[in-house]
């Protein structure tokens, strides 16, 4: 048995050639082959634009694509199945599922079904998927959370941004373009769309894969191909009146070792804008939690300077390019939690917050993503106790905008996230933020992490 979670995940379809408009039946299995419980389980079904979502069963949380399974006990084994049909044109379907847990790494499954023709009487059409027989479906071992809901799509309680001067409600995406198929991105863009998001920040990190590769034929294929998937994302986000920046970073990567990953995706995104004009994406944006690093609470110092300076250099980089500038910072970097020391930097000796806001100075555009996890706004240690101190500082003369974060996901304490809330009480707080900061010359909006568990909220 492995040692913590293992997450195993297979789909097994009825067949794989088909005649065409017969339904289609997958066996889905989530299984946990490790010594530790598998936490928070999900899976999502990536439907080809060929083939059509008929049922589920357990029937799906969110959206037809996106089913909750809980908790996976050491041994536990869990069994669904979704039908689908081919469209009367399709001569191929692929498609794509992925399981994913709090603490397990994703577990995906292809499949490519061949659709043939009739060559004399063409099949019948049945008119219930009733009439074919399933596979016995087996519960899971850990009974997931009661009557999950699917989310409710229509415009939340506040007002959704309309033009270019309202604020921003952006959302991060964390698959990349060439991650999703065409169906994903389209159900995530129109969710995104139906609930007041005009900016959306997807992830880009794992281009560096291919940075990796040897230069040569295979190397500028798959260059082209990633660019190819961002170029179409880009575009069809823009059809739903979206804007797209790409998202990377780690931990570490203010260290000197390891800033070349940065630059790199700095000079991905300007060969990627001046190759699709038509596309461009447009920001850029740095979630580079240096903080989480080992040995930071032993001496904050050094990790400080070396990601200010990383920031700094980034600047320099971006120099240039009509794209926007964003790091995501936490709320203590300033000097109202005296969680963090004040550094010396290009002779200057304070805060981190106040390096951040003249360095970005440099770079006109440049925003500031303040994790202002709460969720609640007064009171201590509330939104506004947390968030207050960065905008009013930005308001003092820098250029730079801040946006205030939310969290939906799946952690702790619980007091940090809007999960297993509603949609009506973080829109409810998106509101209260865009009400009391909209006077602020530096504040320019709102954003909520992220995508799958905003999809759980009630």
């Known amino acids: 048995m492995a040692a913590g979670c293992s997450l195993q995940f297979s789909v097994t379809p009825n067949a794989t050639t088909v005649a065409a408009s017969s339904p289609i039946t997958y066996g889905i299995t989530a299984s946990n082959t490790g010594d530790a419980v598998c936490k928070n389980v999900t899976y999502s079904f990536y439907y080809a634009d060929n083939e059509t979502y ?9 959206s037809n694509y996106y089913w909750k399974v809980g908790n996976l006990a050491p041994g536990a084994n869990y069994q669904a199945q979704v039908v689908t049909t081919p469209t009367a044109q399709a001569t191929e379907i692929d498609n794509e599922a992925c399981a994913t847990g709090d603490n397990a790494s994703d577990a995906c499954a292809d499949n490519s079904i061949t659709i043939t023709k009739a060559t004399t009487t063409a099949p019948s059409t049945p008119t219930s998927t009733s009439t074919q027989t399933p596979p016995p479906v087996t519960p899971p071992v850990v009974v997931p959370p009661a009557n999950p809901q699917p989310p409710v799509v229509t415009p939340p309680p506040v007002t959704p941004p309309s033009s270019a001067s309202s604020q921003e409600q952006g959302m991060w995406f964390w698959d990349s373009p060439i991650q999703m198929t065409s169906a994903q991105a389209t159900q995530d863009l129109q969710v995104a769309k139906q609930n007041g998001f005009n900016a959306v920040y997807v992830t880009a990190d794992d281009y560096l894969t291919i940075v990796a590769m040897p230069a040569g034929a295979a190397k500028t294929a798959q260059t082209k191909a990633y660019m190819n998937a961002m170029s179409q994302f880009v575009q069809k986000a ?6 797209v920046d790409i998202e990377c970073g780690w931990r570490d990567w203010g260290e000197p070792a390891n800033r070349w990953k940065g630059f790199d995706m700095i000079d991905f995104l ?23 690093q080992a040995g930071y609470e032993d001496n904050k110092t050094p990790f400080l300077q070396n990601y ?37 930097y290009n002779g200057k000796t304070e805060y981190a917050y ?96 992220y995508m799958d568990p905003f999809l759980q909220l009630k």
């Open 54 to 62: 008929v049922s589920g069963t357990p029937k799906p949380a969110a």
């Open 238 to 243: 823009s059809s739903y009146g979206i804007v």
């Open 270 to 292: 300007k060969q990627y804008n001046q190759q699709y004009p038509q596309a461009k994406i447009r920001g850029f944006q740095y979630d580079v939690e240096s903080y989480l």
């Open 308 to 344: 200010v300076a990383f920031i700094d250099q980034s600047v320099t980089r971006m120099q240039g390019t009509d794209a926007t500038f964003s790091v995501v910072i936490p709320f203590f970097y300033t000097d109202t939690q005296n969680w963090t020391p004040e550094i010396t």
């Open 354 to 449: 106040n390096q951040l806001l003249d360095i970005l100075q440099k770079k006109p555009g440049s925003r500031v993503l303040v994790m202002a996890y709460r969720n609640f706004f007064t009171g201590d240690n509330g939104v506004q106790d947390i968030s207050t101190p960065e905008v009013t500082e930005a308001a003092k003369g820098y250029s730079t905008k801040v946006l205030i974060a939310q969290e939906t996901g799946d952690v702790d304490p619980s007091y940090v996230t809007f999960h297993g809330m509603t949609k009506a009480k973080l829109f409810s707080q998106l509101g209260t933020i865009n009400n009391t900061y909209n006077s602020y010359s530096s504040f320019a909006g709102t954003a909520v992490d």
